[in-house]
T-cell receptor, first 111, second 112 residues
Framework: TQLLEQSPQFLSIQEGENLTVYCNSS?????LQWYRQEPGEGPVLLVT?????EVKKLKRLTFQFGDARKDSSLHITAAQPGDTGLYLC???????????FGAGTRLTVKP | DTGVSQDPRHKITKRGQNVTFRCDPI?????LYWYRQTLGQGPEFLTY????????KSRLLSDRFSAERPKGSFSTLEIQRTEQGDSAMYLC??????????FGPGTRLTVL
C-alpha cells in the first residue's frame, strides 16, 4: 500500500477546464513536494510546501498543504495541453527525512 | 547544465547479464538517492548516500543490487544477473541534507 494516496488516478479533460488532484496520507510530513513527469523523463519539481495551511501559486497552478500537514491539493485553472503529464506528490517523513511518493495522477488535456 | 545527469538513458540487456548505471548529482548536494519506477507507479526508494556513506537501503534492494559513491560525487548502481522483473526506470536524485530532491532524466532498463 502507498503511504501517499493520490486521486484520481487518471483524469482526462478538455482544454480550458479547471481541475483539482489530491494527495492524502495518515502520516504527518515535514514538507511535501509536487512533481510533474513526462514519459521517459525524470520528475521535475513544481513546488515544495512546508507550513500547514500554506498556499503557493505557480501561474495557473495552486498548491495547498493541509493544516495538519497530512494532505495536499493541486488545482489547475484553464488547463492547457502542455499540462499533460503524471503529477506526483512526495512527502518528507518527519522522523527520518525519507521521501515517499504517491503513485501519481495521470492528466490528459485534450485540445 | 548543472542538473542531475544519468548515463545511459536507455539500456537493453539479456537476462543474466550485469548492468551498471551512473549518476552525476548537482555538485553542491551531498545527498544522492536511487529510485526505481515501474509503469503506472511512483518512484520507489532504493538507497541513499550522504557524501560517500550509504546510509539506508530498501528491502527492494536485493543482493544482486549494489550501489557505490566512492568519492562522494558521482554514484553507480550495478545490477548483477539481471532478471526480467528488473525492467524499470532507474532514477537518481540529489539534495542537501534536508532539502528538496532534484531528479535526473532516468535510465530505462529493459531486460529481455
Amino acid at each position: 500500500t502507498q503511504l501517499l494516496e493520490q486521486s484520481p488516478q487518471f483524469l482526462s479533460i478538455q482544454e480550458g477546464e479547471n481541475l483539482t488532484v489530491y494527495c492524502n496520507s495518515s502520516s504527518v510530513f515535514s514538507s511535501l513536494q509536487w512533481y510533474r513527469q513526462e514519459p521517459g523523463e525524470g520528475p521535475v519539481l513544481l513546488v515544495t510546501v512546508v507550513t500547514g495551511g500554506e498556499v503557493k501559486k505557480l501561474k495557473r497552478l495552486t498548491f495547498q498543504f493541509g493544516d495538519a500537514r497530512k494532505d495536499s491539493s493541486l488545482h489547475i485553472t484553464a488547463a492547457q495541453p502542455g499540462d499533460t503529464g503524471l503529477y506526483l506528490c512526495a512527502g518528507e517523513e518527519r522522523n527520518n527525512n525519507d521521501m515517499r511518493f504517491g503513485a501519481g495522477t495521470r492528466l490528459t488535456v485534450k485540445p | 547544465d548543472t542538473g542531475v545527469s544519468q548515463d545511459p538513458r536507455h539500456k537493453i540487456t539479456k537476462r543474466g547479464q550485469n548492468v551498471t548505471f551512473r549518476c552525476d548529482p548537482i555538485s553542491e548536494h551531498n545527498r544522492l538517492y536511487w529510485y526505481r519506477q515501474t509503469l503506472g507507479q511512483g518512484p520507489e526508494f532504493l538507497t541513499y548516500f550522504q557524501n560517500e556513506a550509504q546510509l539506508e537501503k530498501s528491502r527492494l534492494l536485493s543482493d544482486r543490487f549494489s550501489a557505490e559513491r566512492p568519492k562522494g560525487s558521482f554514484s553507480t548502481l550495478e545490477i548483477q544477473r539481471t532478471e526480467q522483473g528488473d525492467s524499470a526506470m532507474y532514477l537518481c536524485a540529489s539534495s542537501y541534507p534536508t532539502g528538496t530532491q532534484y531528479f535526473g532524466p532516468g535510465t530505462r532498463l529493459t531486460v529481455l
